[in-house]
Each structure stands twice: as structure tokens, then as C-alpha cells.
């Protein structure tokens, strides 16, 4: 009797550290291992979606930071990275600004940055709020949950395993993560979903674009960002055509037929998109590494309506853009607000962030 | 009550902080007297002490430690601030991220990372006398460079072959140190004789390194080696059957301790005809060893394979389904897989597996090509369909 009472005790001591566990969202509290801080998104209730491309893995973040943004504001940081290179006691040169995400319920910019160029670089996450004033996210003690990549490079048996999954871009939707990524051997197209709060399901699927000339298909072309919009994923691929695909077809195992509705043209690396709604009319606005901003118009019978681009392309084909000129050098982009967006410039090695009226 | 951190007179004295740390203890580096002793006070000094994952400013010799005892944190910050040194005078940068505390006596100060030997450190005291006659120095410390690993090279280019496909999807650059992230596609060039080829390369921000980044994957962009794509109709591919060219790499190129690379490395190479086709595994010879010897099984490919993947997705097992441990090597420009067991092969049945992931060069793997089939046609490469492996049996005798 008195040993059945000890091993009570004993169990009920196992429990307490669960008490901490979030049983809505799977979070538990300590300090996430992050070993590199990649690609930002923003699930519901604050929570910072962030890809980690060395550990294969997604980190969602509790940042405690759900207070409705009172009024809009014109967020406005120059030298943003020396700024934060100085806060972290380290050089602009030797600090990297790897992706920037706006807090929808707050309106707070954060910014995952690397400190160092090396392997042992560190990451870490600051905060900007509406001052600009610059902050950063302490990650210990914090509410969080992990998800690994199910064909995470493990270590090979017996020997070191080099295969990495770079993550280029990740979104939250409809309860799940969407994660683009490509590897450094293999070249594959595959998008990875996730339940979101994660319960270790991962779906893959393939998805293939159409060639214009000759009337190729391809299957393998990785996407290296992505929005979503009216129950579709809108992709660019690394090989500059800008897709149409239907969430209901993004099913684990299979292939799907993306619609090629845009094609960028040469000499031009898709970077970063939103979507936005400016009176009736919705837009994409797609920052790239040859011209200034794109715009595009965008709605949902015009994407159904465009003819897929599965013959010779001409410049005409696919839905039809305008080039923001005066918005040089963007190297990311996100919603602020319903009116305004916040930008990464970047330009001979200063980067600034900037707010703009949506165009 | 607390006066500012004065900025009238700004004496600059550089500590330079040798030696690397080892193990967990604390350690004084430097230390600067920045207050003559007076009469009724003490001399107050700053040090940078380090362990071997922090750097902490500890300020001594402060008067009035009961009151500062009370402080709290934040208040302490307004005696003691520190800064990166701008290197333009004029720009006044954010204070170093960090904790504050005042124990036994002492200001302390611990950064939130170890210092960086790539910039120096002001510091700055607000006259603890609340005198504003009693005007101290800023200090500025800096860490010596540690020393310095002999410079990194490129060790390896892959495919090894000097002559490759004109749709070749990608290079592998092999160093024989860790490199630094961020500056890749600055430093490689694709060139034909003195002329340069603009933007052959997929520029990627999340850059394509292994692990230790000691091997960078450099993807020719597919909007260019692709057929019918909006990039390729305009300027057509980046390297063209015939053709001489020239893969070079900057010895501007930083290895992780920001060192740049020993030499310009050239890899020369000629470009022949596209390949659209698969690995065919009907045409590849086996060579198989014999019993209790530890010689190699070879697998003799059609075409030139993927190095990486060579050396990761072909897998030898014994007859019970046990992987047989033992070194691959590849040979004849990654036409040849040769694998020695580490123990000698019984008489018995083996296989190599292989995952149908594999490429060729061109990025044609044994599942599908490339570019696959029209759209009229039947799909005869369904990934769905396709088996993930390929199985190569082979008989010890």
C-alpha cells in the first residue's frame, strides 16, 4: 500500500511539468532550439511561424503579442541592419537580415537575423514596433512547439549526411503551415503542409507547371514564394512562372497541374508577394531581384478565365502586370495594414525599412 | 539625481585583449583605471572579463554602493552604457543588448553575445558623483584577433568531367574550410574567354550549403536551362554545344573566420549536346568481388551521375537485409561507384540499393527526366508510379 502511494507521488510529480503544456495549440514552455531563424509567417493569436533550415524544422513562437494595433502607423527605420548589428555587437557585414513578417494583430515587424556568416552563426528574432523602435525576442522561457521535417537529413548510417532543405518561404492557411523549400542535391518540387497546431502529420505534394513552348509538362521546379488567395496557392517558381493552384488539389502524394498565369521574364528571381484589396479590386504585389515592384490584378475569374500558358510564350501571355518603378531594390515585403505595406530595402549594403501606401 | 553619460570629452583608450579562453572560468582581459584615487575615494576602474560563451563589463571602485544597491536595472543602464563604435563619428548607434546588475561592489554589465573581433566597443560612465565637473573618458575596447587557420582553397568542383551538358542543372564547390553565408553569387562566375555570362546562376538568399559550409550547390537557373520557359526564349541558354567556358571562383570569397581564399580557382570546361535522357540502368556493368576478400563491387554507370547523391542514396546489404558497412568511392568523373566492404564479403547473395531520386548531371533522375512529357501524351513517368528504389543484385562466389 505504502508503495502504491509513493508511485502515485511519483507520477504525479512526472505530471506537473506537463501543467504548462497550451492544450489548444501543443505549446509547452523553455527556450526552442533554434539553430537557424529562416522564413517568418504569422499563425492566429501571435504566434511566429519560423523555418529553420539547418534543423529542418518550424518553430511556432507565442510572442505574447495579441494587442490590437490602436492606430496605423508609418513605420520608418533606417540602416535597420547596422542598427541591429550594433545591438547584437557585431558588424552590418556580419550580420544577415533573413526574412521580415508583420504581426497581423499588432502590427509589429519582426525580423529573423543571423549573427555571424559562419556555421556557428547565431540566430535571432527582433521586434520593431510602431515607433521603429528595436527590440529583441527573447526566446527563453517562451511558449513554443516544433515540427520536424519528416525526411529531416538525418545522420546517414555510419556516415555524415551534407543533404539540407533550404525553406524559402512558409504561410499559415486554413490550419495548416505551407512550406516551400528546395534541397542542395536533389531537385524536386514539393510542397510540405502541416497541421497547424502540429501533431506530427506531414503531407507532401508534388506540383507541376506547364512549359510554355513545345508543350512540356515539368515536373520538378522548386517555388520559392508563395501567398494564398481565394482557395488557391499562388506560386513563383525558380524558374520565374507564376502559378495558380487549387488548395483542394494539394493532396498528400500526388501530383498536381498548376496553372501557369504569369511568366516574369528574364534576368528576374521572384523575392517576396502579397495580396491586398484596394477598393473592389484585389492585387499581388511581387518584389524581385530584376525590376521594381510588380503589380498584378487579380481575381478569381480572371485567374480561372486566363488560358493556362501551355504554348510558346509571348509577352502578352498570362495576366497582365504593371512595374512599380520607384520601388527599387525590395527585398521583402508584408501587410502593415489595410492601407499600407512594410518594405525591406536594400541598396549597396545599407537596408532600411519603409512603409508605403499600397499601390 | 543620476547625470548622463557625459559626451564632452570623449578620451579614447584602446585595450587590446589577447589570448583565447578556454573552459567555463571567468577571466580578466583588460583592465583601464579611469579615476585617479582621491582623497576619501576609491580608484574606479572598468574590466572585460570573459567565460568562454560570455563577455561581462564590470565597473569597480564606484562610490555610493548602498545607493546603487537599490537600483534596478533599468536605472542602472544610465551609468553604464556601451556601444558598438560607429565608423562614421557622426551616428549615434543602439547600446549593446545585455543584462545589468550591481553585485558585491561592482556595475556588471554581461552582453547578450561574446564580443566580436570585428568591431570595437565604447564604453561609457556617467560621473558617479553626480559631480558635472567630474567628467570621465569614454574607452574603447577591442579584442585581438584570434589566430588565424591557413587560408581555405576550393578543394573540389563537381561534375569533375570537363565536359559537360549544355543543360547541366548544377555545380557542387567543395573548400577545405568553413565559408561564410551572403556572398556566393558575388563571387562565382560563369565566362566565356574575357566575357562574363550575366545571371546564369539561381541566386537563392537562403544559399545552399551543407552543414558545415564547407560544399555550396550552385543551380544553374531552370528558367534557363528549361525549354520553353519566358528566360530561355529570351536569351536562350547560358552555355551553348561547342563552346568553351570557364567556372571561376574569387579568391575574395571569405571563409568563416572572414579570411579570403588563398587563390582564384578556374575550373575549365567544354559544353556538348543537351541531355534529355534518363540513367539507363539496363546499360550499367556491375563488378563484382570475390569471397573473403575485401575488394570493391563496382557499379559502371551510363553517364556521369550526381556526386552528392552517389555518395548518399546507394546502399550495399548482405543476405539478412544488414547494411554492410564500408567506404565508396567514386571514380572515372562520377561514371563509377566502387564501394569496399570493411569486412570481407561472404559466399553469399548482396544487393545495392539505389533511391530512383538519383540524378544525372542534367537533373534527369531513374524516376523521370527533367523535362518530362508532352501534354498529349500518356504520363509514363507518374512519380505515384514509380518505385522509390531500384535494387542491384549481385553473387559473391
Given at each position: 500500500m505504502l508503495r502504491r502511494k509513493f508511485s502515485w507521488a511519483l507520477s504525479l510529480g512526472l505530471l506537473i511539468p506537463c501543467a504548462n503544456l497550451n492544450a489548444d495549440t501543443g505549446m509547452k514552455e523553455g527556450t526552442p532550439d533554434i539553430k537557424h531563424a529562416g522564413a517568418l509567417a504569422f499563425a492566429p493569436l501571435g504566434v511566429l511561424l519560423v523555418g529553420d533550415s539547418v534543423s529542418a524544422s518550424i518553430f511556432a513562437i507565442d510572442t505574447g503579442d495579441a494587442q490590437a494595433a490602436t492606430n496605423a502607423a508609418s513605420v520608418s527605420i533606417e540602416k535597420v541592419n547596422e542598427k541591429i548589428a550594433a545591438m547584437i555587437g557585431s558588424s552590418a557585414e556580419e550580420t544577415s537580415i533573413n526574412d521580415m513578417a508583420v504581426n497581423p494583430l499588432s502590427g509589429n515587424i519582426y525580423l529573423s537575423v543571423s549573427r555571424g556568416r559562419g556555421p556557428s552563426a547565431a540566430p535571432v528574432i527582433f521586434k520593431a514596433d510602431a515607433q521603429g523602435a528595436l527590440s529583441e525576442l527573447s526566446l527563453k522561457k517562451v511558449k513554443f512547439s516544433k515540427a520536424v521535417f519528416a525526411n529531416a537529413p538525418e545522420s546517414k548510417e555510419g556516415a555524415r549526411n551534407p543533404r539540407m532543405s533550404a525553406i524559402t518561404d512558409i504561410q499559415f492557411m486554413d490550419g495548416k503551415v505551407v512550406i516551400a523549400g528546395l534541397s542542395n542535391e536533389e531537385f524536386a518540387s514539393k510542397l510540405r503542409l502541416m497541421n497547424y497546431p502540429f501533431d506530427g502529420s506531414e503531407q507532401s505534394t508534388s506540383v507541376e507547371v506547364y512549359h510554355g513552348a513545345h508543350g512540356k509538362l515539368e515536373t520538378a521546379s522548386p517555388v520559392r514564394t508563395f501567398v494564398t488567395y481565394e482557395n488557391s496557392v499562388l506560386a513563383a517558381y525558380t524558374c520565374t512562372p507564376l502559378v495558380n493552384i487549387p488548395i483542394s488539389d494539394l493532396k498528400p502524394g500526388t501530383k498536381t497541374q498548376g496553372k501557369t498565369i504569369a511568366e516574369l521574364g528574364n534576368m528576374n528571381q521572384p523575392l517576396d508577394m502579397i495580396v491586398y484589396k484596394k477598393g473592389d479590386q484585389d492585387y499581388l504585389l511581387m518584389a524581385n531581384s530584376a525590376r521594381g515592384v510588380m503589380k498584378l490584378k487579380l481575381s478569381k475569374t480572371d485567374i480561372e478565365g486566363t488560358k493556362a500558358i501551355t504554348s510558346r510564350i509571348a509577352d502578352t501571355a498570362g495576366l497582365p502586370y504593371e512595374t512599380v518603378k520607384d520601388l527599387k531594390g525590395v527585398v521583402q515585403l508584408d501587410k502593415l495594414n489595410a492601407k499600407q505595406a512594410v518594405l525591406l530595402v536594400s541598396n549597396e549594403g545599407r537596408q532600411d525599412i519603409r512603409t508605403i501606401d499600397l499601390p | 539625481m543620476l547625470s548622463p553619460p557625459p559626451i564632452a570629452l570623449v578620451v579614447l583608450l584602446s585595450v587590446l585583449i589577447g589570448g583565447n579562453?578556454?573552459?567555463?572560468?571567468?577571466?580578466?582581459?583588460?583592465?583601464?583605471?579611469?579615476?585617479s584615487q582621491r582623497a576619501g575615494t576609491s580608484a574606479i576602474s572598468v574590466e572585460l572579463r570573459e567565460t568562454s560563451n560570455a563577455s561581462i563589463f564590470a565597473v569597480l571602485g564606484l562610490p555610493n554602493a548602498d545607493r546603487l544597491r537599490t537600483l534596478d536595472a533599468d536605472q542602472l543602464s544610465k551609468l553604464l552604457t556601451i556601444r558598438v563604435q560607429p565608423r562614421q563619428g557622426d551616428v549615434v548607434l543602439p547600446t549593446l543588448l545585455g543584462t545589468y546588475s550591481f553585485v558585491d561592489g561592482e556595475l556588471l554589465f554581461q552582453s547578450r553575445f561574446p564580443l566580436s573581433e570585428s568591431v570595437r566597443y565604447q564604453v561609457e560612465l556617467a560621473s558617479p558623483l553626480d559631480d558635472p565637473k567630474q567628467i570621465l573618458p569614454s574607452l574603447l575596447f577591442s579584442t585581438h584577433p584570434k589566430p588565424k587557420l591557413p587560408a581555405a582553397s576550393v578543394s573540389a568542383v563537381y561534375p569533375s568531367s570537363d565536359v559537360l551538358p549544355e543543360n547541366l542543372l548544377k555545380f557542387y564547390v567543395h573548400f577545405t574550410a568553413p565559408m561564410s553565408r551572403g556572398e556566393a553569387y558575388q563571387r562565382i562566375h560563369l565566362m566565356q574567354g574575357s566575357r562574363e555570362i550575366k545571371s546564369p546562376f539561381l541566386e537563392l538568399g537562403e544559399e545552399l550549403w551543407d552543414i558545415e559550409q564547407t560544399r555550396f550547390t550552385l543551380l544553374v537557373h531552370?528558367?534557363?536551362?528549361?525549354?520553353?520557359?519566358?528566360?530561355?526564349?529570351?536569351?536562350?541558354?547560358?552555355?551553348?554545344?561547342?563552346?568553351?567556358?570557364?567556372?571561376?571562383?574569387?579568391?575574395?570569397?571569405?571563409?568563416?573566420?572572414?579570411?579570403?581564399?588563398?587563390?582564384?580557382?578556374?575550373?575549365?570546361?567544354?559544353?556538348?549536346?543537351?541531355?534529355?535522357q534518363q540513367p539507363n540502368p539496363t546499360m550499367w556493368k556491375i563488378g563484382t568481388p570475390k569471397a573473403n576478400t575485401t575488394d570493391p563491387v563496382t557499379l559502371t554507370f551510363d553517364e556521369s551521375l550526381d556526386h552528392a547523391m552517389l555518395n548518399r542514396v546507394l546502399v550495399v546489404r548482405g543476405p539478412s537485409g544488414d547494411r554492410v558497412e564500408g567506404d565508396a568511392t567514386l571514380e572515372q568523373h562520377e561514371t563509377r561507384?566502387?564501394?569496399?566492404?570493411?569486412?570481407?564479403?561472404?559466399?553469399?547473395?548482396?544487393?545495392?540499393?539505389?533511391?530512383t531520386n538519383l540524378e544525372d548531371v542534367a537533373g534527369n533522375s531513374l524516376a523521370r527526366p527533367f523535362e518530362t512529357k508532352r501534354v498529349d501524351e500518356p504520363d509514363k513517368s507518374d512519380e505515384a508510379k514509380v518505385a522509390s528504389q531500384m535494387v542491384v543484385e549481385f553473387l559473391v562466389q
Open positions: - | 579562453l578556454r573552459g567555463q572560468e571567468e577571466r580578466t582581459l583588460a583592465k583601464v583605471s579611469v579615476q531552370p528558367g534557363l536551362v528549361k525549354r520553353g520557359i519566358k528566360p530561355r526564349e529570351d536569351t536562350g541558354p547560358p552555355m551553348s554545344s561547342g563552346n568553351e567556358y570557364l567556372l571561376q571562383i574569387d579568391s575574395d570569397w571569405r571563409s568563416a573566420d572572414r579570411q579570403t581564399l588563398a587563390a582564384t580557382f578556374v575550373k575549365k570546361f567544354r559544353v556538348a549536346d543537351a541531355d534529355y561507384w566502387s564501394f569496399k566492404p570493411d569486412k570481407p564479403w561472404k559466399s553469399d547473395g548482396y544487393r545495392v540499393e539505389i533511391a
